[in-house]
T-cell receptor
Framework: AQSVSQHNHHVILSEAASLELGCNYSYGGTVNLFWYVQYPGQHLQLLLKYFSGDPLVKGIKGFEAEFIKSKFSFNLRKPSVQWSDTAEYFC?????????FGTGTRLQVFP | DGGITQSPKYLFRKEGQNVTLSCEQNLNHDAMYWYRQDPGQGLRLIYYSQIVNDFQKGDIAEGYSVSREKKESFPLTVTSAQKNPTAFYLC???????????????FGDGTRLSIL
């Protein structure tokens, strides 16, 4: 069965620190992968998506993710976080007609 | 503006009551979804519908029911059979679905359901 794992449940960083959130998936076929973000009190928003082509995907607000097929990973990165990046981040796998979400990573950034 | 509207934002239910959560979209999307969000468990799929008058169970459908009589509407009923209904419920839609779709899902603002 397809699944998505996010091993970092809670990450605490200072502003300007670099960020990498892990996402691993289990699925043997062609994958479409997403990162969504949920800011406090707001709805889920799409950060970035990978369907095919360049494995390094750039999203909004300076985020990027790298699809590494051999490692079944799609880690999210940002070189320098800001206080406004405090949110919950979800990795998701597109299983043809539905999304499978990871359990989420709560990021807290302190000034 | 196009988007997904969920109502109400907060909902309280007494034990033994059924309650219905509304989800409306004006994006002309074919597919609609209901998720339940609990702390530490991410989003879990309750039901989804790829087309009008058709819907499928997700991973945690027990105690829930849905209908899809109109393209723009996908209401979710939380029945008294759902033993732990307190949660945050998210509705989403997507332009189309299937193996060749490259469209992301769009989400509503959610409904927080609590038991009195």
């Amino acid at each position: 069965a397809q699944s998505v794992s996010q091993h970092n449940h809670h990450v605490i960083l200072s502003e300007a620190a670099s960020l990498e959130l892990g996402c691993n998936y289990s699925y043997g076929g062609t994958v479409n992968l997403f990162w969504y973000v949920q800011y406090p009190g707001q709805h889920l928003q799409l950060l970035l998506k990978y369907f095919s082509g360049d494995p390094l995907v750039k999203g909004i607000k300076g985020f990027e993710a790298e699809f590494i097929k051999s490692k079944f990973s799609f880690n999210l990165r940002k070189p320098s976080v800001q206080w406004s990046d405090t949110a919950e981040y979800f990795c998701a796998l597109d299983n043809t007609d539905k999304l499978i979400f990871g359990t989420g990573t709560r990021l807290q950034v302190f000034p | 503006d196009g988007g997904i509207t969920q109502s109400p934002k907060y909902l309280f239910r007494k034990e033994g009551q059924n309650v219905t959560l509304s989800c409306e979209q004006n994006l002309n999307h074919d597919a609609m979804y209901w998720y339940r969000q609990d702390p530490g468990q991410g989003l879990r799929l309750i039901y989804y519908s790829q087309i009008v008058n058709d819907f499928q169970k997700g991973d945690i459908a027990e105690g829930y029911s849905v209908s899809r009589e109109k393209k723009e509407s996908f209401p979710l009923t939380v029945t008294s059979a759902q033993k732990n209904p307190t949660a945050f419920y998210l509705c989403a839609s997507r332009q189309d679905s299937g193996p060749y779709s490259n469209q992301p899902q769009h989400f509503g603002d959610g409904t927080r359901l609590s038991i009195l």
